[in-house]
């Protein structure tokens, strides 16, 4: 079959396409004749040689994506061959056909269209288990309630669109920092009701200020380490602060004084590494919580872009850009 390949680490050039094995399911797994994926900054981070799979995964990049399934595993039940559906993954997307763990699978929701159903999975259970999850979950998560404020750095991205939307539905009061007005009018469009221009504006003064001196009670953080401080900053009393990113770098200074304060909790998130078991509790999560979201039309998913599998280098330079809205998708189906 054929799929992405990375020659070596570096730059989008080194992505091209080649003819690798066709995989075979095993017990609990389905193969997923891929139509789509989606691209992520963590595909990013792997070309690069940073985020290498979890042991015993596909070293092809792709976290998830739509298509049919194809084949059953011994032991997969509720599935038939044929179903179209969407997955989270921990790796292989970027090919025409991935294994799947049966736990990861997601029917594709209602009024979505097969290829654009790729958008979801990654950025649908990320948000679900580090937004609103009660705190104290496995692998932390700020518990967003109803009437809370949540800040999200980089509003208009996958993640970020994905999390404004949500956060709205379930009753919270979103504010969005992103670095141009397109992006900051995407996010209001999307019912964020602070924006905060991160090239212009200072954001815990315009946060603090929006919110009448409250803050944000949840900060989803993709930066890291230069806002690390910053995001103390701006949190309400007994604010949680979530990241799951290190775009801006892994080190920062944090003054334990202002974070007592606060009474406020920071929290670091991942999803790639964890146990097929705890991804599976989150997918059934966010079958029950947010798919019924997408069939009514208050969640949908936002798609910047669709590029064939053969122009995944470009896919790739478009993310690393930042020019895009929401997600870039891969069409890897013939």
């Not at 139509?35 to 070293?59: K, W």
């Not at 309400?236 to 770098?249: E, H, K, P």
């Not at 078991?277 to 069939?295: D, F, T």
């Not at 895009?324 to 069409?331: E, N, T, W, Y």
Request: charged letters at 20%; glycine letters at 16%; hydrophobic letters at 45%.
């Amino acid at each position: 079959m054929r799929a992405a390949t990375v020659r070596e680490p570096g730059g989008p050039e080194v992505l091209g396409v080649g003819e690798v094995p066709d995989p075979r399911p095993g017990p609990g797994e389905v193969v997923v004749e891929v139509v789509a994926a989606g691209v992520n900054r963590a595909d990013l981070m792997q070309r690069r040689g940073h985020y290498p799979p979890p042991p015993g995964e596909s070293e092809v990049l792709g976290l998830e994506c739509s298509g049919r399934v194809a084949e059953l595993g011994e032991g997969v039940t509720g599935w038939a061959v044929g179903d179209e559906v969407c997955a989270l993954l921990a790796g292989g997307g970027y090919a025409e056909r991935v294994v799947v763990p049966a736990g990861q699978l997601l029917p594709v929701p209602d009024g979505v269209d097969l290829v654009d159903a790729a958008a979801l999975p990654e950025v649908a259970c990320t948000v679900v288990s580090t937004v609103f999850a009660a705190p104290g979950a496995s692998g932390g998560s700020g518990g967003l309630r109803a009437g809370e404020w949540l800040l999200v750095h980089g509003g208009g991205s996958g993640i970020g669109t994905f999390a404004v939307q949500l956060a709205v539905a379930r009753g919270a009061r979103v504010a969005v920092t992103a670095g141009s007005r397109r992006k900051l009018d995407a996010c209001r469009d999307l019912g964020a009701e602070l924006l905060v221009d991160y090239s212009t504006e200072d954001f815990v003064e315009a946060v603090r200020t929006g919110t009448d001196g409250h803050g944000a009670d949840v900060v989803l953080d993709v930066v890291g380490g230069p806002y690390l401080g910053r995001n103390v900053d701006v949190l309400a009393t007994g604010g949680r602060l979530v990241v799951i990113g290190m775009q801006g770098g892994t080190r920062g200074e944090l003054d334990l004084g202002r974070l007592l304060a606060r009474r406020g909790t920071v929290l670091a998130a991942s999803l790639r590494a964890r146990p097929r078991a705890e991804k599976a509790a989150v997918v059934a999560a966010v079958r029950e919580q947010v798919w019924p979201l997408v069939a009514d039309g208050r969640v949908r998913p936002v798609v910047h872009d669709r590029v064939p599998l053969d122009d995944v280098a470009r896919a790739h330079a478009s993310l690393e850009e930042s020019s895009h809205i929401g997600k870039v998708l891969l069409l890897t189906g013939r």
